[in-house]
């Protein structure tokens, strides 16, 4: 999917989850083709309020993907869409009404996964690009952040 893929099938899943968009926060590669680091991504990659997880998780309507040692857990909601549990206490950033984490809060998850034991080196090749792709971007400060205090 390409960034205007990614903004409609975004849009559709608001539909299907009948969630409001700062309920549902995109991450990992659909982050990074929404603020233009990469240009495509094969899935949508989405973060939502833990008791809507919870609630689809025990309908039995979708494969559970259980977490790994510093992964959380997600569920495989369409063939294109994993969901996972959204963190309120990380920065996001709206782009054309499209929420997604920050390009801070994206460095510091590809930071963490580059160094993840077991990773492909072909991961960890894609992931040390995006670093120095997120690294430029948030030096530029083109974006601003919500961030939830508690």
Same mark, same amino acid.
């Given at each position: 999917m390409d960034k205007a893929a990614v903004i409609e099938? @975004?849009?559709?899943?608001?539909?299907?989850?009948?969630? &409001?968009a700062r309920n549902v926060v995109l991450s990992s590669g659909s982050a990074l083709v929404l603020l233009g680091v990469r240009m495509t991504t094969a899935d949508l990659d989405a973060d939502i309020p833990e008791n809507l997880f919870r609630l689809y998780e025990r309908s039995g309507k979708f494969t559970v993907l259980e977490a790994t040692e510093g992964l959380s857990k997600q569920l495989k909601f369409e063939p294109d869409v994993d969901l996972s549990v959204l963190d309120t206490d990380r920065g996001v950033c709206c782009i054309g009404g499209v929420w997604a @984490?920050? &390009?801070?809060?994206?460095?510091?998850? !590809?930071? @963490?996964?580059?160094?993840? &034991?077991?990773?492909?080196?072909? !991961?960890?090749?894609?992931?040390?690009?995006d670093i120095i792709a997120l690294e430029t971007l948030v030096k530029e400060q083109k974006h601003s952040a919500r961030v939830n205090m508690a």
């Open positions: 099938r @975004y849009r559709a899943l608001l539909n299907e989850l009948d969630e &409001p @984490y920050s &390009p801070s809060e994206l460095l510091a998850q !590809k930071r @963490y996964l580059s160094t993840f &034991p077991g990773r492909s080196e072909g !991961k960890r090749a894609a992931d040390l690009l």
